[in-house]
């Protein structure tokens, strides 16, 4: 233990010493487990790429990085480039002056200061007030925020020229405006079979059970007082295990902290073969992981219920009104994820049969792949390294636990009331799998089953509370943007 504290002491402080080169490393070591380990591949791999490029020195591949240039409207054109940092003088007359020379630093004042954010440029007020008029820009707390083509600088015009790398204008154009997630979304729901869920409604409340570690990580962010409200609600919808919707919801309350989230959330979703049993083996007893499932729907009488067609084309749009009706805001996940599964149902024509293999085969896959890389590419060294990065991958793994243990917890409560009146019992495995991991929570929860009792074949029931809990995670998120957006 102490020879592992050492170790991890020594990585740190080299992070912090060598930042560019051990984020080159932490990206390598990211693709290593999607090449070699085959953790989440088809993220892990473009997101550790995207990192790696991000890290390059003036690479200019960052999600972040733009260079932006002023150019003058009057008679001469004249073009000046700003750096962040660059500090805009005036002289005595009150006249801009763009770069102090050194035969004229003395008779020069200090005016606004020029610096780069996520928005764009900003100019921040040196002294209490400006010696000119500013226009064309939006003030926030002293800074101005140049958000407009054209602004003026005292009696002169400029325009301002903004040029942005391949992955800022990606991460810009289709993933902080909200677009690629909900897309995803769309081809989950063109891969997903409702059917298990709608023949077993019950066991959606395990689903409802397992996202319980979103709110108490969400609590626990805000007691530490290291996070706002919106970052501490990007930090808690990690124990989802829904990646799109992590970075849906981080891109709109918290952007810059989408890449210790996703690297986060995407990394944990790969270990859940690994993180399921540990919980499970310390929740559950041998004797209550034996429970057959089959053999209480017999002893209770039950039948297996058939779906039609028709019930299956409905189930979506039921669905999104009554998700749209309490959380209206949890319409554009919850929306895009039923037309993918609505798609799906109707697939009874050449037509439809083309947008279901559109949303779940290459429209996915490229946006998997943009996704990774924008993703990847916001995870530069000086924003990446730093103590709250620790914390998130800590608060992450926590609030994944919790959630496997709420949904494993409603599973045994439920036992215990059922048992007093005769009900049929539930495999507490089944509560395990109430997280959005579709559909490897389920494959690793009935393998467990199967390895307790060979002839205990829960996959169908685990579907069932694994895609309940798909749809809670997102109208988990829909609510923390509502209160919070």
Known sequence: MKKNLIIAGIIIACAYVFPTLSMLILAMCIMGLGIFKGYEPLLLIPIGFGAFLANIEDGGMSSHSFDASCVSLDEHGTKTSLEDGAVIYTDKSGNIVWKKTDDSSKDLTPALKVSYKDKGVYFQKIGSSLPFRVSGVTEDDGTLLVDHTQFMLGEDRFLLEIHKGLLANLYGSLLKSGIIPPLIFMGVGAMTDFGPLMRNVGLAFYGAAAQIGIFIVFIMALVSGCFTMEEAASLGIIGGADGPTAVFLTTKLAPDLLGPIAVAAYSYMALVPVIIPWVVNRLTTPEERKIHMRNQDKAAGDSVVKISPKA??????????????????????????????????????????????????????????????????????????????????????????????????????????????????????????????????????NEIALKEDPTNNIIHYCMASNVAGVIGSAVAAGYFLSQLG
């Open 312 to 445: 299956k084309i409905a189930f979506p749009i039921f669905v999104v009104l009554i998700c749209g009706y309490f959380v209206p805001s949890s319409t554009v996940l919850v929306g895009m994820l039923m037309f993918g599964n609505l798609l799906k149902e109707c697939n009874n024509s050449s037509v439809v049969e083309r947008l279901c293999g559109a949303a779940k085969g290459p429209l996915i896959n490229i946006l998997t792949i943009i996704l990774g890389l924008t993703v990847g590419g916001t995870m530069e060294a000086s924003s990446f390294l730093e103590e709250r990065t620790l914390m998130i991958i800590g608060g992450g793994l926590f609030a994944f636990g919790v959630s496997i243990a709420g949904g494993i917890l409603g599973a045994k409560a439920y036992n215990n009331f059922a048992s007093s009146r005769g009900w049929k019992l539930t495999n507490p495995l089944i509560g395990a799998t109430g997280l959005s991991a579709v559909p490897m929570a389920s494959r690793v929860a």
